[in-house]
């Protein structure tokens, strides 16, 4: 009913036409799978939750040049400064800012470091009391830090007793469960977990262990110091604008930099990705279109060559639909080659993008819908010209001969 | 003659103007997108010193344990220590070599016109200057003297000559760093380099630092790094003094060193001094190991070009590929049905070599249409890039070297998809045509 043979061997005569729109599609194919896959990849990257309320939090960077001053001192001062304007629901001082790009990083020891034994990579914040409640972040098991276990250092000699960490870190080291009470060391100091945060990113959303947090209560006001403040999240732009002015007027000889709020801050670390992202959508939207105008070209030229035939079979009684289904059939055929050709390079594309880069593997299911879009596009844009040939009249045929 | 083939092409693309606009249009998108990630892959591995690129060299010492690993694929430091640094950096060896470092201060005038403001600065030795072909406005790098006795002198950029001094010559001048007063001995031509490819650490594609200072001042005014430190073992470094006895790895050095001789000469020196340092019992390691590489090689170990835009290369010529294929289809169709025109053609004597050469002259002016519109493709693809990240503003352009690959790319893509059909149609039997005319 379908009549493939006869498709196929008219198919056959023209070839070079046909196998043009075949290597296309298989080309097609390939390059739309494989970076669907890598675009599904980026975007859950991109998606996933820091676990902050990106949207109250700001940060920024206070460099001091005056060497007669008492840093301790002066950044308690402007911390209460910071946290008595209106909208502000508390700052503090840090040694890093999350999700920035830029902080610290260390092996978490159930032994001391100098005797080596198991360790987990961990980033750390330094801050006091006040860090859970200025990144927006709730405690799962165990209590917060209390105001007199902060050591307020300019040096390292003294170190705290007492440690945060998330609970992805405290799984990590304390497989059981009972991390609570447990004692980590950090160098050769010991530390003693008595809370389990809610998860919360550290500086690095790439590193291998992304939310592996520390909070160390050490405040050492430095010379170049990074400040955290959460707001309301409809005055973070107001308190923002205004935010350089009152430190300077709280101290005149430092300068203010990198002032920027959470979400800014991600928006930056991950700008090469959303750009990746970008570009590949693009490419096969277009790519798409292409291909799909190709498929389009073809069958009005292959209408237009054989205008005759169609009238001298509509005239010995081809129903319309008849001619519509040739044309269909056709570029079926075409389109499913070119398919089962495309996925078995897009697999081999794959596998060599995976041998070579850090991509994911590609799962079979991109094909699968890349083969069912590309087949419904292809069929779509053969629609319209089979359409346009079915109404050749018949009278063509019997006119011009 | 490729006049009157050019008319005719013309011609025959007006005679169909849909399909030639959607092959010309095909053209553009595959020459656009594949500039697009091209340019921006271009500028990123481009060579930053060419007249020098091959006789700079940046060095890796292993200086850790046997046994340790480190984060990079042959487990080799990225840095140097303080003291390994400062020691090749004093050594009697004959070539040009310096240490060098990423820091920064607050710049002040200590007066109340200027407001201070944060500016990055690199330590160095007055070395850096003539190795990476740095120019002076005014003034010229600090002296040896000044460079061994630790003093307060700097070297600025234009731009901060500018903002500092307006543009005057400020050799003499002061300008304070943090606290202390710096006395300026060159302003430095400005340095526009895509790829700050003397410190790759934090981000390959940053502006040079615009002061530049004695690497003999990290000691007395116990400057820290702005850029990496790491460390590979416990030393409980609480102090600077620490610091600069650890094993952190927190410095670059670069020498040049101009002939195969002494590019051998330098190795020796280096196994000799790693050897030297082993038999100290400064580490634990059977064999010495450490790595010389010219900038280019330097630039490639480090992935300058990120895997991303590797990626997007290669998709992007394969979406060339499919440009092609469809172009090529069309090209089939539309010259086939010009059949029976070319059989008249030849049964008035055109040979199929004139036939032919029609109809390349045909398609290269297809792919010069399409480059040309191409390249307008890839200038928006460009803006949309610089639009997505600030950090690309430098590296999504073209330059002339891309401005005139495109159109040639187009063309002689276009030439080879366009071989088949013209080959064809040049073999039309002019009897068959005649006949039924």
């Known amino acids: ?401 | 003659m490729l006049v009157h083939y050019i008319d005719l092409s013309w011609r025959s693309l007006k005679r169909t103007p849909l399909v030639s606009f959607l092959m010309i249009l095909a053209i553009a998108v595959g020459i656009g997108i594949t500039m697009t990630s091209l340019s921006v892959y271009h500028m990123m591995s481009m060579d930053p010193i060419p007249q020098k690129s091959s006789q700079l060299f940046t060095l890796q010492l292993n200086t850790t344990d046997d046994g340790t690993t480190l984060w990079t694929e042959d487990n080799m430091p990225m840095q140097l220590t303080y003291k390994d640094a400062m020691r090749l950096h004093t050594a009697e060896t004959p070539a040009r070599k310096t240490a060098s470092m990423r820091s920064g201060f607050t710049v002040h005038m200590n007066n109340q016109e200027l407001k201070p403001f944060l500016s990055e600065a690199r330590l160095t030795g007055r070395d850096f200057f003539p190795m990476f072909d740095r120019d002076f406005v005014f003034g010229s790098a600090w002296t040896l003297e000044q460079e061994q006795s630790s003093s307060p002198v700097v070297v600025i950029n234009e731009e901060l000559n500018d903002r500092l001094f307006g543009g005057e010559n400020s050799v003499g001048k002061q300008v304070y760093l943090d606290d202390t007063a710096f006395r300026v001995v060159g302003v430095m031509k400005q340095w526009d380099i895509y790829t700050k490819y003397y410190d790759l650490n934090n981000g390959a594609f940053n502006s040079p630092e615009p002061m530049f200072i004695p690497i003999t001042l990290v000691a007395p005014m116990q400057i820290a790094s702005w850029g990496n430190n790491n460390g590979w073992k416990y030393e409980g470094i609480s102090t600077f003094e620490g610091q600069l006895k650890s094993e952190t790895f927190w410095l670059q050095f670069w020498v040049e060193l101009s002939t195969a001789a002494q590019v051998r000469d330098y190795r020796a020196y280096l196994q000799a001094y790693l050897e030297e340092q082993g038999k100290l019992g400064r580490y634990t390691r059977a064999v010495p190991k450490f790595n010389i590489q010219n900038v280019n090689e330097w630039m490639e170990y480090n992935n300058v070009v990120s895997e991303d835009n590797k990626i997007l290369v290669g998709l992007s010529f394969l979406f060339l590929a499919v440009c092609l294929a469809n172009i090529l289809g069309l090209l089939l169709g539309k010259f086939l049905t010009r059949a029976p025109e070319i059989g008249v053609r030849r049964a008035l004597g055109a040979s199929k070599r004139q036939i032919f050469l029609q109809h390349l002259v045909e398609v290269s002016l297809l792919g010069f249409l399409g480059g040309v519109l191409g390249i307008v493709v890839a200038q928006l693809g460009l803006w949309g890039i610089r639009s997505t990240s600030n950090d690309y503003n430098a590296l999504a352009t073209m330059d002339v070297n891309m401005l005139l690959a495109a159109p040639t790319i187009a063309i002689s893509a276009c030439i080879i998809a366009g071989l088949y059909p013209a080959w064809l149609v040049c073999r039309t039997q002019p009897a068959i045509y005649l006949k039924t005319q």
Not at chain 1, 67 to 85: G, P, S, V
Not at chain 1, 182 to 200: C, N, R, S
Not at chain 1, 205 to 212: I, Q, T, V
């Open chain 1, 1 to 401: 009913m379908l009549e493939i043979k006869p498709i196929f061997n008219s198919l056959l005569r023209s070839k070079a036409g046909a196998l043009m729109l075949l290597v296309q599609i298989a080309l097609t194919t390939m390059i739309v799978s494989n970076a669907s896959s890598i675009i599904f990849d980026r975007m859950e990257y991109l998606s996933q939750a820091t676990g902050y309320p990106e949207a109250e939090i700001f940060s920024f960077s206070v460099m001091s040049f005056d060497k007669n001053l008492d840093l301790t001192q002066k950044f308690e001062e402007t911390e209460t400064m910071l946290r008595n304007i209106p909208g502000v629901k508390n700052a503090a001082l840090f040694n890093a800012v999350p999700v920035s790009g830029s902080g610290s990083a260390t092996g978490l020891g159930l032994q001391p470091a100098s005797e080596g034994g198991q360790d987990a990579r961990s980033a750390y914040y330094m801050a006091d009391e006040n860090a859970l409640d200025t990144l927006g972040i709730s405690l799962v098991e165990g209590r917060n830090i209390r105001p007199d276990e902060v050591i307020e250092s300019q040096t390292r000699e003294i170190l705290p007793k007492i440690v945060l960490i998330t609970k992805t870190l405290a799984d990590e080291l304390f497989p059981a469960g009972d991390a609570l009470g447990q004692t980590i060391y950090f160098g050769d100091k010991p530390l003693e977990v008595i809370g389990i945060t809610a998860k919360m990113m550290g500086p690095w959303l790439k590193d291998s262990r992304p939310d592996n947090v520390a909070i160390i209560p050490f405040v050492s006001a430095s010379i170049f110091q990074k400040i955290i403040v959460r707001t309301e999240a409809n005055q973070r732009t107001a308190i923002m604008r205004q935010i350089e002015n009152l430190m300077l007027e709280d101290h005149n000889k430092r300068v203010i930099t990198g002032l920027q709020g959470m979400d800014d801050e991600k928006q930056n670390y991950n700008a090469a990705d959303t750009l990746m992202l970008r570009m590949l959508i693009v490419l096969i939207v277009l790519l798409l279109s292409v291909t799909a105008l190709g498929i389009f070209g073809l069958t009005v030229f292959n209408i237009n060559k054989r205008t005759k035939q169609i009238g001298t079979r509509r005239a010995l009684g081809a129903r319309k639909s008849s001619i519509i289904s040739y044309f269909l059939v056709e570029n079926v055929i075409i389109c499913l080659t070119g398919t089962a050709l495309g996925s078995i390079s897009a697999i081999l594309l794959g596998q060599g993008l995976l041998d070579l880069y850090s991509v994911p593997a590609l799962n079979s299911l991109y094909i699968i819908s890349t083969v069912l879009f590309i087949i419904t596009i292809s069929i779509l844009s053969v629609l319209i010209p089979a359409n346009k040939a079915a109404n050749i009249s018949p009278s063509i045929a019997t006119r011009s001969i």
